[in-house]
T-cell receptor, first 120, second 107 residues
């Protein structure tokens, strides 16, 4: 039973870089797409991007210039960095596992979410 | 990006009611639709993919249908634990995009 846990600062200053880490326990990193999704307060879900265990990344085009997702297989962790943050980046950030094996598409394991507020 | 328009944005229903939520894509998405349930303060829960393939462990009262640009999630007999917000997601193109959500409330 794979479990995910986000960690990182809950407050970030405008123009600085938001950094979050997701720890994966109870299962392997291999074969999946490790995903970040966010949800602004009272709003819907926004897909940010993912990294495959091969190291390949895919980002939402409108965020691509500010986002980096990386993977540390030795620690069973993956990370998100969002640079030059503004108030619009305030959200609950979820790490998740996307399973795209055998014609399946499922964001089937989620972390509990961590709130990040951009404020001076 | 493909826009996913969900309707209604909210609805009130009673236990035992049949509930249908609709998602319309801004272009054809070839049955590449998934649905999620989210309760307040919790992460979304994956329900189904490929329009109608139910995730293991999801009750059979949930079903999905559709084609082309129009897709639906149906709850055949609403249960107390089903009161939540539901989101559709297309994964036909990158970036995957979500609908705005449908909040199912108790009447």
């Amino acid at each position: 039973q794979v479990q995910l846990q986000e960690s990182g600062p809950g407050l970030v200053k405008p123009s600085e870089t938001l950094s979050l880490t997701c720890s994966v326990s109870g299962g392997s990193i291999s074969g999946y797409y490790w995903t970040w999704i966010r949800q602004p307060p009272g709003k819907g879900l926004e897909w940010i991007g993912y990294i495959h265990d091969s190291g390949s990344t895919t980002y939402k085009p409108s965020l691509k210039s500010r986002v980096t997702i990386s993977l540390d297989t030795s620690k069973n962790q993956f990370s998100l960095k969002v640079s030059s943050v503004t108030a619009a980046d305030t959200a609950v950030y979820y790490c998740a596992r996307t399973d795209m094996t055998f014609l399946r598409y499922a964001v089937d394991v989620w972390g509990q979410g961590t709130t990040v507020i951009v404020t001076s | 990006d493909i826009q996913m328009t969900q309707s209604p944005s909210s609805l009130s229903a009673s236990v035992g009611d049949r509930v249908t939520i609709t998602c319309r894509a801004s272009q054809g998405i070839g049955n590449s639709v998934a649905w999620y349930q989210q309760k307040p303060g919790k992460a979304p829960k994956f329900l189904l993919y490929a329009t109608s393939t139910l995730e293991s462990g999801v009750p059979s009262r949930f079903s999905g249908s559709g084609s082309g640009t129009d897709y639906t999630l149906t709850i055949s007999s609403l249960q107390p634990e089903d009161f939540a917000t539901y989101y559709c997601q297309q994964y036909y193109t990158t970036p995957p995009t979500f609908g705005g959500g449908t909040k199912v409330e108790i009447k």
